[in-house]
């Protein structure tokens, strides 16, 4: 049964709404004399990894905040890789380091959860970050950047979680797993889903809500949603249709007449990613300012 066309879930208006508060809290931290400034390490030239750095910078210039690239070539030695992350780390007027991923092959034997320090570790990969996403009730700790920004868009859309069924696929440390704790904190109900699960659509058939984070292009179609249910689905894929193209891991087309919201690829979970990414600097920098006045 076919019903009337989804609700489409666009970052936009989320975006919209919240750079002009960022700004300000940016502006508020200048005038103290604290300028909020994210460095970002870039090894090799993935086009696709010049794109992410490229959106983040733009972003972080948008909200008045300082973003700099810092660019290696592909076969800089894992003693120079580490040595300049060290160097960034120890910078006192530096408040984000992040790593752009994929790391050439060479450098796949870097404890990536260690490597950045936690203080600045805004994309919240350190071990001790990753502990206090289970264990802390601080409001202020890093969250996960594509998780935060899925919570964002539920809350901007009026998305009640409390007691939902929910589905993620896909159980990557970045979106998966860290997702998962953070639905089960807003009181939904998780299933993680993942390449060994057995039949995958009995699972989608009975969630409210499914979220895919697989990186297989349009994997989800309507075969997988139940004509019974309303379901919302967030796609947080990204996969390259041709060189100015992606799309994500759900059929948008083919599910859009058969649930109740589904986020866009592009113009969804995308650039929310890139938001949370500067809400963490924001937090980063505000501890700064307030160590320096001897507060914490
Ligand atoms: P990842 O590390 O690439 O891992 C993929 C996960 O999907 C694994 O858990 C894997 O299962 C599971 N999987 C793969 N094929 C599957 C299948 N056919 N059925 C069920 N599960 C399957 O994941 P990721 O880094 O989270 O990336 C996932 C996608 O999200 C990619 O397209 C990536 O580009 C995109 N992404 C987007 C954003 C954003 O801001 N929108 C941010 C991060 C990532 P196993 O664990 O069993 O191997």
């Known amino acids: ?31 103290k004399g604290i300028v909020p400034h994210l460095k970002i390490i870039l090894v090799g030239n993935s086009p696709a990894s010049q794109v992410y750095t490229r959106n983040k910078k733009i972003f972080a210039e948008k909200i008045n905040a300082l973003c700099e690239i810092i660019s290696f070539q592909e076969n800089i030695t894992k003693e120079q890789f580490e040595k300049e992350i060290l160097r960034q780390c120890d910078d006192p007027a530096v408040d984000g380091v992040l790593v752009q991923l994929p790391l050439p092959e060479h450098l796949s034997s870097i404890d990536l959860h260690s490597l950045v320090s936690a203080s600045k570790d805004v994309d919240c990969f350190h071990y001790s970050n990753l502990g206090k996403l289970l264990a802390s009730n601080d409001p202020d700790k890093f969250l996960p950047c594509t998780p935060k920004g899925i919570l964002t868009l539920c809350q901007y859309y009026g998305i009640d979680l409390k007691g939902k069924n929910v ?27 993942h390449s060994q699960t057995k039949n995958i659509r009995e699972f989608t058939q009975n969630a409210d809500i499914v979220v895919v984070a697989i990186g297989r292009a349009k994997y989800l179609d309507k075969t997988f949603l ?48 890139i938001l949370s990414l500067a809400e963490n600097l924001l937090i980063s920098a505000k501890k700064r300012s307030l160590s320096r006045d001897g507060k914490i």
Do not use: M, W, Y
Request: proline share 7%.
């Open 1 to 31: 049964v076919s019903c009337a066309l989804a609700r489409i879930l666009e970052s936009k208006p989320i975006l919209e709404s919240k750079i002009a508060h960022l700004k300000e809290q940016v502006d508020f931290l200048k005038q």
């Open 226 to 273: 139940s004509p019974q249910k309303k379901t919302v689905l967030i796609d947080v894929g990204i996969n390259a249709v041709s060189e100015k193209k992606i799309c994500g891991d759900i059929d948008f087309e083919d599910v859009l007449p058969h649930c109740e919201a589904i986020t866009p690829v592009p113009g969804g979970v995308g650039p929310l990613t």
């Open 167 to 193: 589905v993620i696929i896909g159980r990557s440390l970045i979106v998966g797993k860290p997702l998962a704790l953070l639905l089960t904190q807003e009181n939904c109900t998780v299933t993680l889903c």
